[in-house]
């Protein structure tokens, strides 16, 4: 069964900082993997996806990378913004027959003033 | 284009009651499913329906039952209510399963059972 584990859980860094979210996941027989963004009460925004020939996307300040034989993706973001707060959720979609996405806990991220 | 709206926002619920979520998209997407977001445990999900006409269990589709009434519309049902079942719904929908597009999901409903 796919497992997928972020950490941090929580993040707070000042406006400005450029910081590395990890996630991982068990099972490296993936179709792809993405990111979310999730603000408080609100539902998910999907952020970047990247597909299991692909070792990279980027959109704006942000950038992720994915290591399939490792388990493991980054999403980096660059010159933080108070706007960025939110919690951030990866995803990854198993290549089996019942392909679903498989989430994890998400990171909190804080940026500061 | 309102992407994928969902009805009610809230809800309360006594344990024993029944009633449906309402989810709908204007995408004209091919799949739909349903979530649930607790505390700790990440989005799960429920059911899905890879196109109009069928439907799927997920990973915790015990005390649900889904209707994907035409292409647009996917509704989840909860026959009796209990409080295990107080949690956060969303509904998604993308193109297909598998492909190169994302998931696009709803604001959620809150569904409290006392």
């Known amino acids: 069964k796919q497992e997928v584990t972020q950490i941090p859980a929580a993040l707070s860094v000042p406006e400005g900082e450029n910081l590395v979210l990890n996630c991982s996941f068990t099972?490296?027989?993936?179709?792809?993997l993405q990111w979310f963004r999730q603000d408080p009460g609100k539902g998910l925004t999907s952020l970047l996806l990247i597909q299991s020939s692909q070792r990279e996307q980027t959109s704006g300040r942000l950038n992720a990378s994915l290591d399939k034989s490792s388990g493991r993706s980054t999403l980096y973001i660059a010159a933080s913004q108070p706007g960025d707060s939110a919690t951030y959720l990866c995803?990854?979609?198993?290549?089996?027959?019942?392909?679903?996405?498989?989430f994890g806990t998400g990171t909190r991220l804080q940026v500061t003033l | 284009n309102a992407g994928v709206t969902q009805t009610p926002k809230f809800q309360v619920l006594k344990t024993g009651q029944s009633m449906t979520l309402q989810c709908a998209q204007d995408?004209?997407?091919?799949?739909m499913y349903w979530y649930r977001q607790d505390p700790g445990m990440g989005l799960r999900l429920i059911y899905y329906s890879a196109s109009e006409g069928t439907t799927d269990k997920g990973e915790v589709p015990n005390g649900y039952n889904v209707s994907r009434l035409n292409k647009r519309e996917f509704s989840l049902r909860l026959e009796s209510a209990a409080p295990s079942q107080t949690s956060v719904y969303f509904c998604?929908?993308?193109?297909?399963?598998?492909?190169?597009?994302?998931?696009?999901f709803g604001p959620g409903t809150r569904l409290t059972v006392l």
């Open positions: 998604a929908s993308s193109y297909e399963i598998v492909g190169t597009d994302t998931q696009y």
């Open positions: 995408m004209n997407h091919n799949s």
């Open positions: 995803a990854v979609l198993d290549s089996g027959t019942a392909s679903k996405l498989t």
């Open positions: 099972d490296s027989a993936i179709y792809n």
